[in-house]
């Protein structure tokens, strides 16, 4: 079994760009924080903005944005290695190449890399 592919998304891969710093005219002077995700075109497609913890949860939240589509792409590979499996015609290359996947798509949402 094997769920077909439907992309209505950017294609990726997408990438965190460099965070940009604001100061804030709000009364507490929290400072604003872009990060920028964008397109292998070099288009913007997300942009993660916080006011709380900028230095830390926007560059966090940005690396999680981008690797969306790597993570799809990983979860595709792994429901299809897994429908394998059940059939009995997965070999130990289609079973690594699915590992290697979801482990990159983790790396990446996780900002390692």
């Not at 769920?3 to 965070?19: A, E, I, L, Y």
């Not at 100061?23 to 964008?38: D, E, H, L, Q």
């Not at 690396?63 to 969306?68: C, F, G, H, N, R």
């Amino acid at each position: 079994m094997s769920v077909p592919k439907k992309q209505g998304h950017t294609p990726g891969p997408w990438d965190v760009g460099n965070g940009i710093e604001q100061p804030s005219n709000r009364p507490n002077g929290r400072t604003r924080c872009f990060v920028p995700v964008f397109a292998q075109s070099g288009r913007e497609v997300a942009r993660s903005e916080l006011f709380t913890n900028p230095d830390v949860e926007a560059p966090a939240n940005a690396a999680l944005i981008a690797a969306a589509p790597d993570g799809l792409d990983a979860n595709h590979a792994a429901l299809t290695v897994l429908a394998m499996v059940a059939h009995g015609k997965a070999t130990p290359e289609h079973i690594a190449a699915a590992i290697a996947k979801l482990e990159a798509a983790i790396v990446k949402a996780e900002g390692r890399s």
